[in-house]
């Protein structure tokens, strides 16, 4: 939570009371948003973008660590036991979170009264 990654307050979406982070062993993710006043409960993951995913958030972890490190498709089906339809989503998935994270927290180089140099390299 401290990270970012998930909500660290969340407000009932019934009656717009806080909710509560409460350990639930029968959860997948260990804790539930649960509603003091009217009792509604609601996944740890709501507003993050693990909400879609039938995944634990210890596999998601795992996953998103090993396609950031680059670790091969064939390594990571045969470590985590996943499919390569799977990690194809996945991998399309994070790529497109990177990216957006990138374009959100960039800011442009040069400006007014600024020289930008270029230099040419070989890839």
Known sequence: MESGLLKDKLNCAKCMEPCS?????????????????????????????????????????????????????????????FSSATLADWRQFVHEQVLDHVELTSSKIGGVGKVVEVDESKF
Do not use: A, P, V, Y
Not at 44 to 67: A, M, P, V, Y
Not at 74 to 79: A, K, L, N, Q, T
């Open 21 to 81: 982070l409460i350990k639930r062993k029968k959860s997948s993710n260990g804790s539930i948003w649960r509603c003091k006043k009217c009792r509604g409960e609601k996944s740890l993951r709501i507003g993050s973008w693990f909400s879609c995913s039938k995944l634990n958030l210890q596999e998601i972890f795992l996953l998103t660590w090993h396609l950031i490190s680059g670790t091969k498709t064939c390594d990571i089906e045969w470590d985590l036991g």
